[in-house]
């Protein structure tokens, strides 16, 4: 009776407090199905597929030194109901998305892929993941179907090495990678609710870049032209200068030169006077230096593989011998006037 006469005094009966406690639970549960209660949830289309590297044209250039964020779109849907999904990104093997690699052979080719343009978070697969590292989406209730159209980022950075510490050489890399749909949490996402494997890849072109500078400097992409400039003061003098070509490439390749003039400086004050000035052009390959024929275009090999970043060095003498030296200055020609006197080489990096 007094347990009876306190609950009369509150105003609720004891089997109506239990109805309530009862409806609430009800109400708890129905919350939490329509949480989760999206079907028929898939991932669709990846555009493009197989994911190709663009870069600056249509391929890996290993030269280039911009960092690209290749924007790259794939859809998820869902039949009926609403729900918030997560989309994960593996390899098959560790999830840290740290060390994902396109290979071709024993050769391979760093890659990541991020949630956000700037590049800062890469896309992890949970629940070893943080908020940044996924992609997530809310569908709701109605229409019953609808699809959506996400997009993510792929990148590959500038300028990678080999092992050995050479650009990495041409041929087309690749992985696949598995993408996988959640319905749970980050921190409990339960078994995935659909999956599809994707290819990425990358063309490697081949590409090089030639340097000339000053003697004794090192590879300077703003450097492609040098003077050289002799100086004798009467016909008895020789004179020579020396310049350093440098080469870099992720290939193989041969040295083209070719002369304005055929070999000789022509008379700078009037081109059309015959005089001339015959001179010698050295290229030092594989530690020796061999004089290069310039009365028609000339040849060289070079490099029979890739370079360094920093590329190989093929110092160049060029020097003027003795004028009154008749094995130098052709016999039954007039000894050139005073005055300035030049000619241009071309040099040409060959891919091999």
Known sequence: ?????????????????????????????????????????????????????????????????????????????????????????????????????????????????????????????????TSNQVITYTFNSAPPHQTATLTFYYNIPPQQLTSANMLVPTGTYSRQVTFYVYTGTLNNPGSAVSSTNVNFQASVQSDMQVSVVPQGQSFSLSSTSQTVTLQTIDLQTAASGAVDLWVRANTGFKLQLASQNKGVMKYSANPADPSTVPYTLSVKVDGTYTPVNLNNTATLSAASGATGLGGNDYPISIAVTNLANTTSFPTGQNLPLAGSYADVVTITGIAQ
């Open 1 to 129: 009776m007094t347990a009876g006469s306190a609950f009369a005094h509150r105003g609720i009966p004891a089997r109506c407090l239990l109805a309530l406690i009862m409806a609430a639970l009800l109400s708890t549960a129905v919350a939490r199905a329509a949480a989760a209660s999206c079907n028929g949830v898939a991932i669709g289309s990846f555009s493009p597929n197989p994911v190709s590297w663009r870069g600056s044209s249509t391929g890996y250039d290993p030269l280039d030194s911009t960092r690209y964020a290749q924007s790259v779109t794939f859809t998820v849907s869902k039949n009926t109901g609403p729900c918030t999904v997560i989309i994960g990104a593996t390899v098959g093997d560790a999830d840290s998305g740290t060390n994902r690699t396109l290979a071709r052979g024993s050769n391979t080719l760093s890659f990541n892929l991020y949630t956000d343009s700037q590049l800062q978070n890469v896309w992890r697969n949970p629940p070893n993941a």
